[in-house]
């Protein structure tokens, strides 16, 4: 090896040997203090939620609802809490975080319950808001119906799924303005799309429950841009308005001219849908057979399909998504990993969870009008027999209710 082979392998080896000093001395210490910062934020936030104390509430209704779902909209608006991090020594000392809630429709062998799970220390709030729109509305704290359930593939059964936006969150899905409802029709005229759903509800027989929860907190600016940093989703429903509308620009640099009916109508719903309260919303539904026999493979297909009425082929709707099921047998030999996805749907539903650490996932996003479509009390057009009603008003709202 001549000496010039020689310096240049020397070379070669002060330069690795400086690489490997700059990440000893400047990159380890640098992500070592990336993964230290994440890992105590999720320890303080853990520390925060173990903190809080929960309560379910129950909603008993009146035999008489007249209200339309508009008075379902306040009182969902009134659930846009922000507070809770507004500071970085709240947010990443403290390990404070928003509220969310929990709006859940379930049967318990065909009765139909409305709850809403909450922080306690909420619990007022959410009587106070109520009250002011359905003042006829019994409300009550209970006991949760999913303690001592869980799942063993030799007692009982279960099939589980998430619900999605088919396209971007912006797009809206077919609300209870497009049914007519927020024109108070007359009851004989009402064509409510929520009874669907409760019709599957009530249909339940013995040893059968279905649960259907729509978590929910304040939307907040956390969506990454490529040039804004941290938006909201109006950031992204600008740029599809704005996108479509030079996709239609002509030589005069004209566009609304050249756009069809279809196109104005869907940058219309757009910008309307992002103009109201936005929450991050993520939709869990579990159909259970306390006993492996009662199990009914109708049910399921009838838990996808009480959903369609929110679809719209122009604009947005639903979809089912994370499902407890596999298209193949090969996919998944001796039900292992079939079974584990039926012990975590179950799992993460009765913790709630979706908005802290552990569970972290993808949520979407809907308007507090959209949440009012798909969660609100009935009137007499929902016929379901097994939905209970209390026959009377028994007391006014408490006056001592704070404002």
């Known amino acids: 090896m001549s000496e010039e082979s020689g310096m240049m392998i020397v070379d070669l080896l002060v330069q690795i040997f400086y690489v490997l000093y700059f990440l000893l001395i400047i990159a ?54 922000t507070a809770g991090e507004g500071n970085f020594w709240d947010k990443y000392w403290k390990g404070g975080m928003r509220a969310w809630f929990s709006l859940e429709l379930v049967s318990l062998e065909g009765q139909v ?47 589980g799924c998430r619900f999605v936006k088919i396209k971007d969150s912006f797009y809206p899905i077919k609300t209870y303005v497009d049914y007519g409802l927020d024109k108070d029709p007359k009851e004989e005229f009402k064509i409510d799309p929520i009874t669907p759903m409760l019709e599957l509800l009530g249909s339940l027989g013995k040893n059968e429950q279905m649960w259907i929860q729509i978590l929910i907190r304040a939307h907040k600016k956390e969506l990454k841009s490529a040039d804004k940093g941290m938006v909201d989703w109006t950031h992204f429903a600008k740029e599809e308005i704005k996108a479509k509308m030079e996709r239609n620009k002509g030589d005069d640099g004209k566009s609304a001219e050249r756009m069809t009916k279809g196109e104005r109508s869907g940058i219309e719903a757009i910008e309307k849908t992002v103009s109201k309260f936005a929450f991050d919303t993520a939709i869990r539904a579990i159909y259970i057979a306390d006993k492996k026999d009662a199990f009914n493979k109708a049910n399921v297909a009838g838990l996808t399909g009480s959903v369609r009425q929110y679809n719209s082929n122009d604009l947005n709707g639903f979809k089912p998504t994370k499902t407890t099921s596999f298209d193949y047998p090969w996919e998944d030999f001796m039900n292992f990993r079939l079974n584990r996805k039926k012990e975590e749907i179950i799992d993460m539903y009765k913790k709630r969870a979706f908005f802290k650490p552990v569970y972290d996932n993808e949520h979407f996003i809907m308007n507090v009008e959209e949440l009012a479509t798909i969660y609100h009390f009935p009137g007499r057009v929902a016929k379901t027999p097994n939905f209970a009603r209390i026959p009377s008003k028994k007391s006014d709202a408490p006056s001592n209710l704070p404002i």
Request: proline content about 5%.
């Open 28 to 81: 380890i210490p640098f992500l070592l203090g990336y993964f230290f910062w994440k890992a105590w934020v999720k320890y303080v936030r853990t520390v925060f939620l173990i903190a809080q104390e929960h309560v379910l509430l129950e909603f008993r209704l009146p035999k008489e609802i007249t209200k339309s779902p508009v008075a379902m909209e306040v009182f969902l608006t009134s659930l846009h809490q």
């Open 113 to 159: 319950h409305f709850f809403v799970w909450t922080r306690k220390s909420m619990k007022k709030i959410i009587e106070t808001q109520l009250y002011s729109q359905y003042p006829d509305v019994e409300i009550t704290e209970v006991d949760d119906y999913t303690n001592g359930m869980s799942f063993s593939p030799e007692v009982n059964n279960l099939w």
